[in-house]
Structure formats: C-alpha cells, structure tokens
C-alpha cells in the first residue's frame, strides 16, 4: 500500500513547526497532512474548504503591535592615543510592525477542520 502525503504551509506548519522548536526538538522533522487512501485532489479539496472556512471565521485584522520590545545602551568612555572621551547612552524605542493577530486563530482553525475530516499531521523523515 502506498502511502501519499501532502502538506501545506499555510495550515498550520508553521504552528507545529514552532512549538517543536520551543521544545528544542527542531531539528530537521517536517509534518504533512496524511489521509489513508486520500489522493492529491482530495487534499486540495479539504485544505481549500478548510482554509475558507478558517478565513471566514476569523478574517485578516492587521494591527500595529510591538514586535521587538525597546531598550537602553549605556554610555562608555573611550581611550585613545590623543586622550580619552565619552559617549552617551541612549534609549532604542520599541519597534513596532503591523501584524495579522487572526493569523494563528486561522491556523488552529485549519488544523481543527482537516482533523475532523479525517486528516492528521505525521512526522515525515527527511
């Protein structure tokens, strides 16, 4: 029996990728939506009803939010063959960026559809 495997980016690679690597468990594992006896049409069916569905539930809603958080340098004096002077300290301000806050919403939202399908997440070898 042959076993196919298909995956998507945009359905929640990402998350399970990131929560391997907040458990250092990394590595080079990759995840693909695996059906038995599914074929490529049937996974383009289910991720394209379940990514709609996800979309409708929970639409973009872009938002300006700290993406780094602000910090301050200390001065400090240098040294040099004609004497020594000083340079002063000075405050970095947080950086800000505009974000997409449903985007991880949208992201269970897939992964909750494709299971209740009949889909599931495998861990392929590389």
């Given at each position: 029996?042959?076993?196919?495997?298909?995956?998507?980016?945009?359905?929640?690679?990402?998350?399970?990728?990131?929560?391997?690597?907040?458990?250092?468990?990394?590595?080079?594992?990759?995840?693909?939506?695996?059906?038995?006896?599914?074929?490529?049409?049937?996974?383009?069916?289910?991720?394209?009803?379940?990514?709609?569905?996800?979309?409708?539930?929970?639409?973009?809603?872009?938002?300006?939010?700290?993406?780094?958080?602000?910090?301050?340098?200390?001065?400090f004096v240098r040294c040099g063959p004609y004497g020594c002077w000083s340079e002063p300290?000075?405050?970095?301000?947080?950086?800000?960026?505009?974000?997409?806050?449903?985007?991880?919403?949208?992201?269970?939202?897939?992964?909750?559809?494709?299971?209740?399908?009949?889909?599931?997440?495998?861990?392929?070898?590389?």
């Open positions: 029996m042959k076993i196919l495997r298909f995956s998507s980016f945009h359905s929640g690679i990402r998350l399970a990728a990131g929560a391997l690597l907040a458990l250092g468990l990394g590595g080079c594992a990759h995840y693909e939506w695996y059906k038995p006896d599914a074929t490529q049409d049937d996974y383009n069916q289910a991720i394209y009803a379940c990514n709609m569905a996800a979309a409708h539930a929970y639409p973009p809603m872009l938002a300006v939010q700290q993406v780094a958080p602000g910090y301050f340098a200390p001065g300290g000075y405050f970095m301000p947080p950086a800000m960026g505009t974000v997409d806050v449903n985007q991880d919403n949208r992201d269970q939202a897939t992964n909750q559809c494709m299971r209740a399908h009949g889909w599931q997440l495998v861990k392929v070898k590389q």
